[in-house]
């Protein structure tokens, strides 16, 4: 399997609102790492818009709308009502829900999938009725997936936090991509699409992927605009899709 890769422009966005000013564009660096080659982007909307603003949101559905179609846009959030109606408006191809406070500086945990059953089965419907695919940030744990399959989604995002964290460790890499290839085997075995995110680099990329083999989209944001610091957007992304074994 191909996996994909989501530019997250959650980083870019911040460095933006640092000054009252327009740059760095996130349509802007939106359309270079679309130009590279990557599969899609990713943004995640807080309520306090720290990163990405609502006005975000139009300008980076109409930049891949019309002129790179064959993308896709990816929203990730709480689904608050406020939330639910941002995408249903805008009309991503995927939808992300992720388990977040508001005052979380980014997500660091998956979903309780019996504790928050009907909210989360609840804005599946709502979201399959517009047309979107839905997929549910979720915790490294096999035994969690049959859970998460009643919520009606279609797949679930691996929260690599953990692994990304163990980046001098090599002995503990590997206990966390263990755990990680057993709940993407058992999402796989109860038909559920994967896709992985968080503190994902190009160094710890490719061993994720060799020893998953079912991850079909990777989201990456602060390890790509980091590296892209160095390289520029352009070649950062392309550095990720080799990582990602595209090209």
Request: proline share 6%; net charge negative.
């Amino acid at each position: 399997m191909q996996t994909k890769l989501s530019v997250n422009l959650n980083a870019v966005a911040q460095l933006r609102n640092r000054r009252d000013l327009p740059w760095p564009s996130v349509t802007g660096m939106g359309r270079i790492a679309l130009a590279a080659g990557a599969h899609g982007l990713t943004i995640h909307p807080r309520p306090d818009q720290r990163h990405i603003r609502f006005t975000d949101v139009p300008a980076l559905r109409e930049l891949i709308s019309n002129e790179f179609p064959d993308r896709e846009f990816n929203i990730e959030g709480y689904p608050t009502e406020q939330f639910i109606e941002l995408v249903l408006e805008h009309k991503p191809e995927q939808v992300t829900l992720v388990p977040d406070d508001p005052a979380q500086a980014t997500s660091d945990h998956g979903w309780d999938f019996t504790a928050n059953h009907n909210l989360l089965s609840m804005s599946v419907d709502r979201l399959h009725a517009a047309g979107m695919r839905v997929s549910l940030f979720a915790d490294p744990d096999p035994g969690s997936v049959v859970e998460a399959v009643k919520t009606g989604c279609d797949r679930i995002e691996l929260y690599t936090g953990p692994y990304g964290a163990t980046y001098d460790d090599a002995a503990a890499a590997q206990v966390e991509i263990e755990r990680l290839a057993a709940t993407a085997q058992a999402a796989e075995d109860a038909g559920l699409g994967v896709n992985a995110g968080h503190d994902l680099t190009v160094e710890n990329l490719p061993a994720l992927l060799q020893q998953t083999g079912t991850i079909a989209e990777v989201s990456i944001g602060h390890g790509l605009t980091a590296r892209a610091l160095e390289r520029g957007m352009d070649m950062a992304v392309r550095d990720f899709l080799a990582a990602c074994g595209v090209g």
